[in-house]
Structure formats: structure tokens, C-alpha cells
């Protein structure tokens, strides 16, 4: 359904309220709008306005899946701009395209304000006080929620049998992409239900993103002065084949953002722009609606390492940090620095850190500094999720059905690719190479060795 009446006299009101003072809105386009309302007049201007609201509202409803991209709301302003052109409302001339721009950035303003959440805020802020007595019985119910301990066999079965909101996303893909989570989903869990235990690459951006992770908390928690409390993986009430879970959410009840979810993402090979991939706006929301909470913060950073010898070099010591690196039963473990240290108090923390790990091998201390951050609130899209739900529900029935099927998901698996003959002629190639490096190497100086590879033998195109 659009909009409702009252919805759309509250919105004229709003605009009727705030007309003199148009720099409160959207003060870059004060100038531009000004110079329409003198032309055009203010009851023709405000009718205009609206049935540009009412045209946008119309997109919105037949297009709500369409939120989670991210060039979003680049879109709506293309479909409103070409709306108003294609109306004809007010002839306008050449020179007036910057008007016509800045109308229609404040029709985007006004209907994320007062009819529906943007999908993403230019920053985070306060939207109003927390209600701590409602977010106190939220909380609690998700604190009540059972759940096993974490990588035991009933742990393993428990997120087997939930499609979770970090991979949720690719029901919204492509086919083949919704086929690589159905198999993943069909396929049975190893014995036991364990995963097998895998060498622990440290120098892969997931590895990277989960060991900044506590670092990003700690400086949001500095930065907002606040906690942040992880709560494990949740399941749905409603829906139990979904499940999240988020990196926290805020438990201090004297902060304003007491009940705020916090999604973290360390970027280590693109830019910050803060505008969500899809696959992350859609993380997280069906966190909030998995938890029943509206807000989330969207927290992402880019550090930099720095060698030991420049420690206390920058000129924002709040921004940087010592993590001591040691190996813990054949895995990596870190100890973190707690934000905003002073020496001596730092000094006396790598002390006990080295005194408690005095049984695991010491790697290396890293310094660490915050190159980059950005954090924007994210709000909860209950249209967009009433929509969402069911193509979820879709592909989690094709789940319980195949799971079921004597024989089996392999239909589904991924389509390999025929092997590249290229790629055997470079295998033999380094095949040979090496046979012959190992044949000369020790019999020749470096600069006299010769290639003893025939190459005639070699098929290539």
C-alpha cells in the first residue's frame, strides 16, 4: 500500500512549518528552492511537491527489494528527475536545471524524513533518546534465547539448519549464486558436525577483518562512550530458519545509543565510501529484524601496521595501539591494547599480557594505526523485509525439499569450468623447468645456466 492520508498531510505540514526556514533542510539548495517558490508561487510549489512524493512513494512500492543496492538512492533521484521533466509542471528554462535538481533532492529529503527510512544516513547521530525500558525487555528476551556452546556438534547442526544474514544474501543474486546456498545448506555436515580444522592463513583479508575486529569495538566504544555486548547467533522468532549474528550491540543503558546494533567491517582492498555493499545492507537487516531492534551502525575501518621502532610517532596516540601476537595450540591469539593508554599504563599492560601467555609462543608486536573510518547509521526497512521474507521462505522450502531428495543437491553444485589446454602446457612446462633446474643448478654458475626445455614438445595456441 502507499503512503496513507495522514502520512501525507503530515509531510505537507512539515513542508508548510519549515518553509522559512529553508536552510534547516537542506541548506545547499536554500538559494536554488528560494528562487522557485518566488517564480512559481508557494500553493503551486507545495502541490508540485507533492505529487512528486506521491510518484516517488509509487517506485518505492513496486520496487522494494530495490533498497538494498547501493547506488539506491541515485536511482530514485534519476526517477523523480525524469517524473518532474516528464510532467512539465513549470517551464524551465536551460539555465535552470540546478533548481530543478535541487526540487527534487528536497522531495528525496522530505520522504526519507517523514514516509520511509533512507537506506543509509550520510553519518550516525541521535535520532531520540533510547526507550530504556523497552530495549531493557529486548535485551533480555535475546539474552534468554538458547543456544549451544560454540563449535560443538549441536552448535555446528544449530547454524546448519539457519540461514544466516551474513549469507542470506545471495537468495537475492543470481540463480547461480542461490544454488551455491542451497547446496552449501543441503550438503550434510561432516562427522560429528565439525568442521575440519584449517590452516589458519593470516595474511587473507577475513583473517585481517577478524583480527581488527575487537580494535574497531574498542575505538567506537572510546569514541561514543559506550559498550558493546556480543550476544552470539540468534534465531528468529517468527521465522526459525533465520538466524544472525551481529558483531554487537550496545548495552549500556546510559548511552544514547543503548540498543543500537554495530556492524563491523575492516577494509583492507577498497575504498570507505560509507554506503553498504548490498550483501552487508542485507546482513543487516535481518540482524535488526532477527533481534527486534531498529538501529544499526555501520563501523568501517582501514588500519595500517607500523614496525615497533615507530611506536609513539603519531600525532593522535587515541588512534593507535599495540596488539602482541603469539601462537595458542597451533592458531593465532592476539592481545589488545585498551584504548587511550597512557605509557606507563601501557607499559604495565604488555607486561602482564607477556606474563599470562608465557606458555604460547610470541610472534610479534604490532602497532597498529587507524588510517580510515567511517560510521552511518542504518535503519530498520520493514517494508523492504516484508518483501525480502518471502523469497527467503522460497529458498528455504527448496532447502527442506531437496534435503529430502534420495538423490541428493549435486544438481546444484557449482558447474566447473573444462580445463584451459594452455593450462596443461604451463604445467608441463614448470614440470620440466624444474627437473632441469634441479639437474644444473649445482653444476653451472648462475650466469652460465642454460634452458633445457624443448620447447617443440609444447602445444600452445
Request: proline share 5%; with cysteine; charged share 25%.
Amino acid at each position: 500500500m502507499h503512503a496513507q492520508i495522514g502520512e501525507w498531510s503530515q509531510a505537507l505540514d512539515a513542508l508548510r512549518a519549515i518553509n522559512a526556514e529553508w536552510s534547516n533542510e537542506i541548506d545547499l539548495h536554500h538559494e536554488y528552492l528560494s528562487s522557485l517558490f518566488a517564480q512559481f508561487g508557494e500553493e503551486d510549489m507545495l502541490l508540485t511537491i507533492e505529487d512528486m512524493l506521491q510518484h516517488l512513494d509509487a517506485y518505492v512500492c513496486d520496487n522494494p527489494l530495490a533498497f538494498s543496492a547501493p547506488d539506491f538512492h541515485e536511482t530514485v533521484h534519476e526517477v523523480l528527475h525524469e517524473y518532474f521533466e516528464g510532467t512539465q509542471a513549470f517551464e524551465l528554462s536551460h539555465t535552470m536545471d540546478l533548481e530543478a535538481d535541487a526540487l527534487c533532492r528536497f522531495c528525496e529529503t522530505m520522504y526519507f524524513r517523514h514516509i520511509n527510512p533512507a537506506r543509509e544516513c550520510g553519518s550516525t547521530f541521535i535520532r531520540k533518546p533510547p526507550n530504556v525500558l523497552i530495549i531493557d525487555a529486548k535485551l533480555a528476551h535475546i539474552r534468554s534465547k538458547p543456544q549451544p556452546d560454540q563449535r560443538t556438534p549441536e552448535w555446528y547442526k544449530f547454524r546448519h539448519d539457519l540461514l544466516t544474514a551474513s549469507n542470506a544474501w545471495k537468495a537475492f543474486e543470481s540463480q547461480a549464486c542461490a544454488n551455491q546456498l542451497i547446496y552449501e545448506k543441503c550438503k550434510p555436515l561432516l562427522q560429528g558436525g565439525q568442521e575440519k580444522e584449517q590452516h589458519v592463513n593470516t595474511s587473507s583479508p577475513m583473517h585481517w577483518g577478524q583480527k581488527y575486529e575487537p580494535v574497531s569495538r574498542m575505538i567506537y566504544e572510546h569514541m561514543y562512550k559506550t559498550r558493546v555486548a556480543d550476544f552470539g547467533c540468534l534465531q528468529h522468532d517468527t521465522h526459525a530458519f533465520l538466524g544472525a549474528s551481529p558483531d554487537g550491540i550496545n548495552v549500556d543503558p546510559a548511552s544514547q545509543r543503548y540498543g543500537r546494533m554495530l556492524e563491523i567491517k575492516n577494509i583492507v582492498n577498497r575504498d570507505i565510501t560509507g554506503i553498504p555493499k548490498k550483501e552487508y545492507w542485507i546482513q543487516m537487516q535481518l540482524q535488526m529484524e532477527t533481534a527486534d531492534l531498529n538501529e544499526c551502525d555501520f563501523l568501517e575501518t582501514q588500519f595500517a601496521e607500523e614496525g615497533e621502532e615507530e611506536k609513539g610517532e603519531s600525532k593522535d596516540e587515541l588512534m593507535t595501539g599495540t596488539i602482541i601476537y603469539f601462537m595458542k595450540d597451533g592458531r593465532p591469539h592476539y592481545e589488545y591494547e585498551p584504548i587511550g593508554l597512557n605509557r606507563g599504563e601501557s607499559e604495565a599492560w604488555f607486561s602482564d599480557a607477556m606474563e599470562r601467555n608465557q606458555a604460547h609462543m610470541w610472534m610479534k608486536t604490532i602497532r597498529w594505526r587507524l588510517e580510515k573510518m567511517s560510521c552511518v547509521l542504518v535503519l530498520r526497512n520493514k517494508r523492504w523485509f516484508q518483501h525480502a521474507i518471502r523469497v527467503l521462505d522460497d529458498l528455504w522450502q527448496t532447502i527442506v525439499k531437496e534435503r529430502d531428495n534420495p538423490q541428493g543437491c549435486e544438481h546444484r553444485a557449482p558447474k566447473r569450468r573444462s580445463p584451459n589446454p594452455n593450462m596443461n602446457a604451463a604445467a608441463t612446462l614448470g614440470a620440466q623447468f624444474m627437473q632441469a633446474w634441479l639437474i644444473k643448478s649445482n653444476t653451472e654458475p648462475p650466469n652460465e645456466r642454460k634452458c633445457l626445455i624443448d620447447l617443440s614438445t609444447l602445444e600452445m595456441d
